[in-house]
């Protein structure tokens, strides 16, 4: 934007209208020069941000939702849509429950690009047991931003196999 000051004003506003497909934390630099009447020049530049906020979500588990006939030694896994804060990606945070029951001691953690949380249980889950996964809005994203809303998903492990063994051939 270019803009020239009467001699007799001492300050004009500019308006910056950001793209509204900038993505959260674009660097956008601005140059202003200006010169008084003895012909000086001064000449000043800021780097703007794009301020992220817009709050995570949780866009996938694993899993599934209300998923059946899962693995006992299976992680949980929670994604993200947007890289989230390291330091809210915690065992407070991000919890397993038996459906109705007691927290199953797990540790959690972050992967490097910041958009899946691991659950993994200390041990085994239990067979035929339905689990749910929470997720509090404790969590934040990068620009500390939190979740609106908490958010829970379920699943079943493996029913136990009743059958037992058959000899099949001798």
Excluded: C, K
């Excluded at 995570?56 to 059946?68: F, K, R, S």
């Excluded at 994604?79 to 927290?103: C, Y």
Aim: cysteine-free; hydrophobic content about 40%.
């Amino acid at each position: 934007v270019v803009g020239l000051l009467d001699a007799d004003r001492v300050e004009r506003a500019f308006q910056f209208l950001v793209p509204e497909n900038a993505v959260a934390n674009a660097a956008f630099t601005l140059t202003a020069s200006a010169r008084d009447e003895a012909g000086h020049q001064g000449t000043a530049t800021r780097t703007l941000y794009v301020a992220d906020i817009e709050p995570p979500e949780v866009v996938d588990v694993d899993p599934e939702d209300n998923g059946l006939y899962v693995l006992l030694y299976q992680n949980a896994l929670v994604t993200f849509s947007e890289p989230m804060a390291t330091s809210t990606i915690n065992a407070t945070n991000i919890t397993l429950w038996v459906d109705g029951g007691d927290q199953v001691s797990a540790s959690v953690g972050l992967s490097q690009n910041g958009f899946v949380a691991t659950i993994n249980p200390d041990s085994d889950l239990a067979y035929g047991t339905t689990y749910e996964i929470q997720v509090s809005t404790g969590v934040t994203d990068l620009a500390g931003n939190p979740m609106v809303t908490d958010f829970a998903s379920t699943f079943t492990t493996l029913p136990p196999d009743l059958a037992g063994p058959q000899l099949v051939s001798i």
